[in-house]
């Protein structure tokens, strides 16, 4: 029998491991997010009237697309070193308990 202090670890650790799985999750819909606002510019910005502004927004756009895409690349690879941590722990607190 698991005393309650060892169980309370156990759950805690899979409650870490959900919120991990959803932050993933997460990443993964702002990266679709900022790949469509990348690839479909904004329309309201097609007016030839202001082609230069048009050019200077598409610039910035897409500089802050790769930004954001790098960011979001180097979050996942901090997500999955944190995963390979929890996994360890995990693995230590099951071979502790039994």
């Known amino acids: ?9 156990n759950q805690e650790l899979h409650v870490i491991r959900a919120n991990q799985l959803y932050y993933t999750s997460l990443l993964e819909d ?3 997010t900022v790949e469509f606002i990348r ?3 904004n329309p309201a910005m097609e007016s030839e009237e202001l082609e230069s502004e048009r050019e200077l927004n598409d610039l910035f756009l897409e500089r802050e697309c790769d930004h954001l895409i790098l960011e979001i690349d180097r979050l996942t690879k901090d997500l999955a070193m944190q995963q390979s941590r929890l996994k ?7 071979f502790i308990l039994q």
């Open 1 to 9: 029998m698991i005393d309650t202090g060892k169980q309370k670890i």
């Open 88 to 94: 360890n722990v995990m693995n230590l607190v099951c």
């Open 30 to 32: 702002v990266k679709k």
């Open 39 to 41: 690839k479909h510019k």
